[in-house]
């Protein structure tokens, strides 16, 4: 009488990084599964290293080899990967084949072969390359389901877990009485992608098992396949909370214009043009953290190890020395070889390995050109950054807006609205020159400055200054003042000491002004020449003496 009470089956690890959830904890024991995919998918590569961590002598493997590659040929590739082991051979995991058998007496016989050496080993494991050699061989769809039913009633009797491996169209997957008796079907793919070819795992069918369904894709390494569970929405965001504490961007006056920092573990978007400084912005963000003994990761696309050192090293940042303390994580990857699962995997990693919490990912748009599938990349920055947020890691995303001056979007594909906050930095043309202005455009759940700030970057980083005093049309890159005569209060720093000098003097001689401004003779005459090229000052000649004075307008 069977027991009516649910009996959960055993599972069997994979041992393949990352599968083991796809599949809901493993394959279960005693089942009859199906490893389809065409050629050069990695259905041996896979089948071969389950056996191998699974198989030992008194749990052995029996692996039958019918009409495909000659077991010497197979041995011989798969000693190049880490998961074989060769003094498993013939005591773990025992090769025969079966295929000269098969040829001279056909199907009948093939199952009498197979149950045969089942009973002679006696294994746990039995894998069978190729079972679609063996099913080509049946007359009719008839004969097909006969051998498939018997062969299944006859391993499981004998309690096996067992693998046929072989290279099944969609229409046969769909078509074939062999897949309606499998109880598990595992199909691997080769898609290309780009200028080159990405694998991909999907589970079709596990029968009675909770498996994660969708396109997973796997790299194949000499450790054998490695598995990159695909991204996936986060049904329950209930645990994610807004913090009071304050995370210091490293800008002093910033921070204030943020009412004391970003919330920690909150996404801010930095959005500006080209050069507008926000890398340096997130440079700041990570390097303060660290100060304060909070491990950091720097996601780029663009600058690799080398350059961004050098570039942190010009702010007086030893990003190096970060990373031998082990709080610092640097992941540079080419745009063209993104995999956002793949990509994604990746960076979680990084940041459960030295315990970050504070992130940088540097940028959207680089990931957003890496993705074809726009939906993906949605899906890519709406899983990473809410993972992020439940374990409480402060993150900063650079976005860069394609329109200089004028009219912007701040994110295409509607990415933004992951993110709490948005600081906008932004180039302004004032008084004849090129400036930046910051502004906070979103803090979500706190208070902060609505002013729109100029902002200068010098060998100390961003240096914020003061407010802009225009009427309108300071975010597209054109203000326009209230009065022009104070135009000069948004010059760089060293144009302002000129005029701010001239403005106390009336006029002055070079050797006045170099006392008066602390500048030297050369930035001086540098200076005073471009204000002159901008009618801001004139040159005057009075008897022997030279004399630089402010214009009227």
């Known amino acids: 009488m069977i027991n009516p009470r649910r009996q959960p089956l055993g599972k069997l690890p994979t041992s393949i990084p990352g599968l083991d959830g796809v599949l809901s904890g493993g394959i279960p024991e005693l089942s009859i599964n199906i490893i389809t995919g065409p050629p050069g998918a990695g259905k041996t590569i896979f089948t071969q290293q389950i056996l191998y961590s699974n198989a030992t002598p008194e749990r052995n493997a029996l692996y ?64 069978i390359d190729s079972f679609k050699a063996i099913h080509d061989m049946a007359k009719d769809p008839v004969e097909v389901r006969k051998f498939g039913y018997d062969l299944s009633v006859r391993l499981t009797t004998w309690g096996v877990t067992a693998f046929l491996i072989g290279e099944y169209t969609q229409e046969e997957i769909e078509k074939e009485p062999i897949f309606a008796i499998a109880d598990g079907i595992i199909r691997l793919h080769n898609h290309p992608q780009g200028l080159h070819y990405q694998r991909y795992i999907d589970v079709l069918k596990l029968r009675g098992e909770n498996y994660f369904t969708g396109l997973h894709p796997f790299n194949i390494s000499d450790t054998g396949l490695t598995v990159y569970p695909r991204i996936k929405f986060l049904g329950d965001l209930g645990d994610i909370q807004l913090h009071s504490q304050r995370a210091t961007t490293g800008v002093t006056t910033l921070d204030d214009m943020l009412d004391g920092g970003i919330p920690r573990g909150s996404a801010t978007m930095v959005a500006g043009g080209a050069g507008t400084g926000k890398t340096l912005l997130g440079l700041h963000l990570i390097t303060a953290g660290i100060a304060q003994g909070e491990p950091g990761v720097i996601v780029t696309f663009q600058e690799n190890p080398h350059q961004l050192r050098e570039i942190a090293r010009s702010f007086g940042w030893d990003l190096a020395a970060m990373e031998e303390q082990e709080l610092l994580v640097h992941l540079y990857s080419s745009p063209v070889e993104i995999q956002p699962d793949v990509h994604a995997a990746h960076v979680k990693e ?67 609205f992951v993110v709490d906050n948005v600081i906008l930095l932004r180039y302004v043309e004032l008084a004849g020159r090129m400036g930046r202005a910051i502004n906070i455009m979103k803090v979500r759940g706190s208070q902060h400055s609505k002013e729109i700030r100029y902002f200068e970057i010098n060998n100390e980083g961003i240096q914020i200054d003061t407010v802009v005093e225009a009427q309108t049309g300071v975010l597209t890159g054109i203000p326009i003042l209230k009065d022009r005569r104070n135009n000069w209060q948004y010059l760089p720093i060293k144009a302002k000491y000129v005029i701010e000098a001239l403005e106390q003097k009336g006029r002055a001689e070079l050797e006045e002004l170099v006392s008066l401004t602390g500048l030297s003779a050369e930035d001086l005459i540098k200076e005073l020449e471009e204000l002159r090229e901008q009618g801001m000052v004139i040159h005057t000649q009075i008897a022997d003496k030279s004399y630089y004075k402010r214009t009227l307008i």
């Open 64 to 127: 039958l080899v019918t009409l495909s590659e000659p077991s010497v040929k197979l041995l011989h590739y798969l000693q190049r990967f880490d998961f074989f082991d060769a003094e498993k051979v013939n005591t773990a995991v025992t090769y025969l084949d079966i295929g000269e058998v098969i040829r001279e007496k056909g199907l009948e016989d093939a199952i009498a072969v197979i149950v045969k050496h089942v009973q002679d080993y006696k294994p746990a494991l039995v894998a």
């Open 350 to 416: 990084m940041v459960q390995r030295i315990g970050a919490k504070r992130v940088l990912l540097d940028s959207l748009k680089d990931i957003e050109i890496a993705t074809p599938d726009k939906v993906r990349f949605k899906d890519y920055i709406y899983a990473l950054v809410n993972q992020f947020k439940l374990q409480g890691v402060t993150t900063l995303l650079t976005n860069e807006i394609p329109e200089m001056f004028g009219p912007f979007q701040l994110s295409e594909y509607g990415v933004s």
